[in-house]
């Protein structure tokens, strides 16, 4: 009987908890939606976040001379514990100049505890890229085109001539613990801020 008592505890336990995530991220996705940021704060701060990206990682300055385009998200949040979620809004830039806005979202579960803050850059090395992000209601990355996240292991491998794939992820600015980090299932949305 005392097993039972426990058991039935501890399920009951975990339906809190899970419970509680879901009205923390219910209240985050209305305090987003509330605080979106303007066209203006989006391209000060993308184009802060690609200086910082820059001037810390070569290889994406290597990258960068190649790229059709650049989608920056400056300030994606991520939290979970099980089940998490990430949000962000970023700036898509073609040939040096604001072509758009988006947004990142991602929802996951499995693994994962913690909370964390990062930007990442996903360039955009051909037209079957750019034309798949425009003609898409939202890009799930994963689906479509190749992306790869560069990290330092392939950061050292990369050169203008093993550069193969549609499309290269750096990530950057990471504050934080999460166990945690991939951009696999993550969708990029078209935004209209104003």
Do not use: C
């Not at 001037?55 to 991520?78: D, E, G, M, Y």
């Amino acid at each position: 009987m005392m097993n039972k008592i426990n058991a039935g505890s501890i399920h009951y336990g975990l339906i809190k908890i899970f419970l509680g995530i879901t009205v923390i991220f219910s209240m985050a996705g209305f305090s987003v939606a509330a605080d979106a940021a303007t066209a203006a704060d989006l391209n000060q701060s993308a184009t802060h976040a690609l200086e910082i990206l820059y001037r810390t990682n070569p290889a994406a300055v290597a990258i960068s001379k190649q790229a059709k385009a650049v989608l920056v998200f400056p300030n994606i949040i991520k939290a979970g514990l099980v089940f998490g979620g990430s949000y962000g809004e970023g700036v898509l830039y073609k040939n040096g100049r604001v072509a758009g806005y988006y947004n990142s979202v991602s929802g996951s579960w499995g693994f994962q505890a913690g909370a964390q803050s990062y930007g990442y850059a996903l360039f955009l090395m051909n037209n079957r890229a750019l034309r798949y992000l425009n003609k898409t209601d939202g890009w799930e990355i994963g689906v479509g085109p190749t992306v790869v996240v560069v990290d330092k292991g392939v950061a050292r491998n990369l050169s203008s001539t093993t550069l193969k794939d549609d499309a290269y992820a750096f990530s950057f600015d990471q504050r934080g613990l999460m166990i945690s980090l991939s951009l696999e299932g993550t969708k990029v949305s078209r935004i209209h801020p104003k």
